[in-house]
C-alpha cells in the first residue's frame, strides 16, 4: 500500500512541476480557461486587457479572429492543416478546426465541451468525433500509426493512468460505429508544432460554410441550449 502511495504522489509531483511552466502565465488557472482565468488566487479580477468588440451576430469565424487564444487557433489549424493535406473528407477537417475550442473557456474535460458547444450546429459524427478524442489520445492505436504522445510524459508523469471515466470512454468508444472519427482526430493531433507551419483560417472558410451550420442570430443568440457558452466567451469579464 505505502509503495503504492509514494508511487502515485511522485506521478502527481511530475504532473505539478509540468502544469506548473504553463502557470506563470496571467490569468491562467489549472483545469480553467479564458472564463475563469482572469481571478488571482485571492479571487480578484487580473486586468487581462480589453476585449476586442463582438460583430453582433457572431459567427465561428469571429470567434476565431476576436476570442479564441492564438496559440490554441494555431494548434488547430495545425491539425486541420494536417488533415486536409493528407485528404480526410472535409468533416474530419472540420473536426480538427474546432476539437480543441473549448479550452478557450474551460480545459478540464474539454472534450465532452467542445463537442457540446459545437452539437447544435455541425452532424452528430463530428461532434461525436469531438467528444471523443479527449479519452482516445491517451491510447495508442498501431493500426492508423498513433502511438502514446510523448508530450504526455512531460504533461502527465511517466506511467500515468487516465481517470476510470477516461477509459470507460475509450472502451465505448472503441466498439462504436465512428470509432474512426475521433480517432483521425487524434491522428492529426499534432503536439510538436512543425515550426514555420502557420496556417490561416482562410483555406477553411469553404469548409465551415458547408458543415457548420451558422445560426442567423449569430452564436451566443440563438436561444440554443449551448448560447450561454458562446457568449461566456463574448463576455468573459461580465460579473455573475
Ligand atoms: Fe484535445
Ligand atoms: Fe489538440
Known amino acids: 500500500m505505502e509503495v503504492e502511495r509514494k508511487t502515485s504522489e511522485e506521478r502527481a509531483d511530475a504532473l505539478e512541476e509540468a502544469m506548473m511552466?504553463?502557470?506563470?502565465?496571467?490569468?491562467?488557472?489549472?483545469?480553467?480557461g479564458l472564463l475563469f482565468g482572469g481571478l488571482t488566487p485571492g479571487g480578484v479580477p487580473?486586468?487581462?486587457?480589453a476585449l476586442a468588440a463582438m460583430p453582433s451576430q457572431p459567427t465561428v469565424v469571429d470567434f476565431f479572429k476576436l476570442r479564441f487564444m492564438p496559440h490554441t487557433v494555431n494548434h488547430m489549424l495545425q491539425s486541420a492543416n494536417d488533415a486536409q493535406k493528407k485528404g480526410e473528407?472535409?468533416?474530419t477537417v472540420l473536426a480538427?478546426?474546432?476539437?480543441?475550442?473549448?479550452?478557450?473557456?474551460?480545459?478540464?474535460?474539454?472534450?465532452?465541451?467542445a463537442a457540446q458547444m459545437v452539437e447544435p450546429y455541425v452532424s452528430e459524427k463530428v461532434s461525436w468525433a469531438i467528444r471523443h478524442h479527449q479519452a482516445l489520445r491517451f491510447f495508442p492505436?498501431?493500426?492508423?500509426?498513433?502511438?502514446?504522445?510523448?508530450?504526455?510524459?512531460?504533461?502527465?508523469?511517466?506511467?500515468?493512468?487516465?481517470?476510470?471515466?477516461?477509459?470507460?470512454?475509450?472502451?465505448?468508444?472503441?466498439?462504436?460505429k465512428w470509432y474512426m472519427e475521433a480517432r483521425m482526430i487524434t491522428v492529426h493531433?499534432?503536439?510538436?508544432?512543425?515550426?514555420?507551419?502557420?496556417?490561416?483560417?482562410?483555406?477553411?472558410?469553404?469548409?465551415?460554410?458547408?458543415h457548420f451550420k451558422q445560426p442567423k442570430?449569430?452564436?451566443?443568440?440563438?436561444?440554443?441550449?449551448?448560447?450561454?457558452m458562446w457568449?461566456?466567451?463574448?463576455?468573459?469579464?461580465?460579473?455573475l
Not at 217 to 228: I, K, N, Q, R, T
Open 21 to 32: 511552466k504553463d502557470l506563470d502565465k496571467p490569468g491562467v488557472r489549472r483545469g480553467t
Open 189 to 210: 493531433d499534432l503536439y510538436a508544432f512543425e515550426p514555420g507551419v502557420n496556417p490561416t483560417l482562410e483555406p477553411f472558410i469553404d469548409v465551415i460554410g458547408r
Open 96 to 113: 480538427c478546426l474546432l476539437h480543441d475550442i473549448a479550452v478557450n473557456l474551460i480545459k478540464v474535460d474539454h472534450g465532452w465541451w
Open 217 to 228: 442570430e449569430g452564436l451566443g443568440f440563438d436561444g440554443s441550449p449551448v448560447a450561454h
Open 231 to 239: 457568449r461566456s466567451l463574448i463576455y468573459p469579464d461580465n460579473p
Open 89 to 91: 473528407p472535409e468533416e
Open 46 to 49: 487580473l486586468a487581462l486587457g
Open 141 to 176: 492505436d498501431p493500426s492508423v500509426g498513433y502511438a502514446y504522445p510523448e508530450r504526455y510524459v512531460q504533461i502527465f508523469g511517466e506511467g500515468y493512468v487516465p481517470e476510470p471515466y477516461i477509459k470507460a470512454a475509450y472502451e465505448k468508444a472503441r466498439k462504436h
